[in-house]
């Protein structure tokens, strides 16, 4: 995936008043506080922890990485949301933040498209579909023909109601009309878990979770839920591949990027985003995200804003065609 190598001008802020504008130019004057809506630990955590430490090095400030967990990770980017809009508080977000959670959660504490400042998606990735080693399938096709034969033990785990992981279950059922029962566990590690000792035979991961698993031979990786093949599973095909087109529309490509709370100046945006698009082509930081198996993804604040609107829609639309109910 190409980074976008836009550059930007940084004067002309004369429409702000002289004291923000000053410590706009000065900005940052103090350290940055990263908000991960996740534990710590996980692989979103270590993906922002990278990119912290790289951030840091560019705009010569501490970046704080500070971990909210909760509510599928509401609970973090409200509280960047409510930040004051001075560039000291940015949120770690990703797809279930902005696209997926407001559908499935029926007191969303605040409005994706209205509350947030988008600056940069950081890195896309995609679920893959894997099975346990020991069902007898080595495509998509034959795992469609394995659970219409088998009904009763075809199922898929996911990470719990309403993550990527089981919408991505819910929608191959529309896709293919197999009969998968959805199990939910808390968290995908315990579902992945679950998955390799062979108590569920399928599941929707992403690459940097389930990797070890595919080398050690444990599960089988049967296609990627993305329109591109994944560099670090060259030889999986992607759904439209393996015979199931559909996906790409529905929202196939996830993400983590980088938001702030609403009525960051124009100003400051454009210089948060020429620094963060500048850590994107940093060979530490592309070894980093190549190590966990993700791609790159840069875009222009207004690109990104127009993307997060898109993709609030194509997930509401999956979340209604799966008949999840607000909780």
Known sequence: MNI??????LGGAALFLPGLAAAQQGWPQKPVRLIVPFSAG???DVLARAFARNF??????PVVVENRAGAGGAIGIDAAAKAAPDGYTLGFAHTGTTAINPHVMAKHPYDPLADLTPITPIVSYANVLVVNADIPVRTV???????????????????GTGASNHLAGELLKVLTGAPLTHIPYKGSGPA???????????MFDIPVTLLPHVRSGRIRPLAILSPRRSSVLPDVPTLREAGYPGFEEAGSDLWFGLVGPAGLPQALLERMHAETAAVLRRPEMLESIKTMGYEPWVMSPQEFRAFIRNDHSKWGKVVKAAGLKQE
Do not use: H
Request: no cysteine; charged share 15%.
């Open 56 to 61: 840091s090095d560019a705009i010569g400030q």
């Open 42 to 44: 996980g692989p979103s």
């Open 4 to 9: 976008n190598r836009r550059s930007f001008a």
């Open 192 to 202: 992945m878990t679950d998955v390799v000792g062979g108590t569920v035979p399928a």
């Open 141 to 159: 096709a034959d795992f469609v023909a394995w659970a219409k034969a088998n009904p009763r033990q075809a199922s898929f785990a996911s990470g």
